[in-house]
């Protein structure tokens, strides 16, 4: 199991810490590092910034959000980063849910997001590939565009760039069981938001018939630090945010994951609480089992044991939110 940093996406402003998490976990020997956006900082810029002061390490986006850009954008901006780069590009893409896609980039939110999310693969290979100029009769990414609006002047294109790599590895983050499935079949690998190894069986039926090599990259959040309750606060905020922030009452896909791990009750209770703005007390809501489950958390002798569980599973690569310098390095000396 090879180790990744996740950065995030930045809060208020940059993060002064990333380049140097970056490059110690470099050091460290870190298989990669990775960025996201949400309805900020994008995930492509801080990316870029951390290649130029890094050698080796791979650099990936989890997620970099399909609607914020048309495939072909998409395309264009990781073959560049893989060429500025030496070839350590790795494009993480995500669908987002609908009060991002609506309200945020003001485009409406698939009514099959399988197909979508199937098209927008399938444009991103074809760019990649270069073997034809790009084109797709798809419902929800057309190319040439022919809407009712359209000018009828559009013509396929092939990229003028010629990509360093036609097999540019493509991540998906997904959380439906159909979602999961679908990856296995267009991706090279999976990107999944909440991973608990002593609960793989919510994700078995999704992931039989992945291919061999396919990547399993879930993210956890990391700390080093003797009091675990004080360690999981970050995670139970987060978790908190994301189950009752993150989507609708009616709608709301961490809500639903949560719910499959076996914490439906509490998942609506996080919802209700935080849609009342009593943000502390859905923060509380989370249980401590379902946060430290999905983390890293505690003294060295716990994170020893319980990294040896994430290592049993089909994780192939952790990627771990840690806040300091030492965390990622007995990490490292941990994961051998």
């Known amino acids: 199991m090879r180790l990744g940093l996740a950065l995030g996406y930045w809060g208020r402003g940059p993060d002064p810490r990333h380049v140097e998490l970056a490059q110690e976990a470099e050091r460290l020997g870190y298989d990669s590092v990775w960025t996201a956006e949400a309805w900020g900082s994008d995930a492509f810029t801080p990316l870029t910034w951390i290649a ?4 080796r390490i791979r650099l990936g986006t989890a997620i970099a959000q399909m609607a914020a850009r048309t495939p072909t954008a998409t395309a264009m901006q990781a073959l560049t980063l893989d060429h500025l780069s030496g070839g350590r590009m790795m494009l993480g893409l995500g669908l987002s849910g609908p009060q991002v896609v609506e309200g945020w980039y003001g485009r409406p939110f698939p009514a099959s997001p399988l197909t979508a999310t199937r098209e927008y693969v399938d444009i991103v290979r074809q760019v990649l590939r270069r073997e034809a100029p790009v084109t797709s009769d798809g419902r929800f990414h057309p190319l040439p565009y022919r809407g009712p609006d359209s000018t009828g002047l559009g013509k396929p294109l092939k ?25 296995t079949r267009i991706a090279d690998g999976w990107l999944p ?3 608990s190894p002593y609960r793989t069986d ?3 039926a999704s992931l039989t018939g992945a291919p061999e090599g396919f990547l399993v990259a879930p993210m956890a959040r990391a700390r080093l630090c003797d009091d675990v309750a004080e360690g999981l606060l970050p995670v139970k905020a987060m978790l908190a945010f994301y189950i009752g922030g993150m989507g609708h009452a009616s709608r709301n896909f961490h809500a639903d994951l949560m719910s499959r791990m076996g914490h439906e009750e509490a998942a609506h209770r996080i919802q209700d609480l935080f849609l009342q703005g009593r943000r502390d007390e859905a923060v509380q809501a989370v249980p401590d089992t379902f946060a430290d489950d999905i983390s890293l958390v505690g003294p ?3 994170l020893a044991d319980r990294l040896t569980a994430w290592r049993e599973g089909p994780v192939t690569d952790l990627l771990v939110t840690a806040p300091d310098v030492q965390t990622l390095r007995v990490l490292a000396e941990l994961n051998g």
């Open 52 to 55: 130029a002061r890094t050698t």
């Open 159 to 183: 990229p003028i760039t010629h990509p360093r790599r036609p097999g540019l590895p493509v991540l998906l983050g997904a959380e439906g069981p159909k979602n999961i499935a679908q990856t």
């Open 193 to 195: 938001l909440y991973w």
């Open 202 to 204: 919510a994700y078995e």
């Open 300 to 302: 060295r002798p716990r």
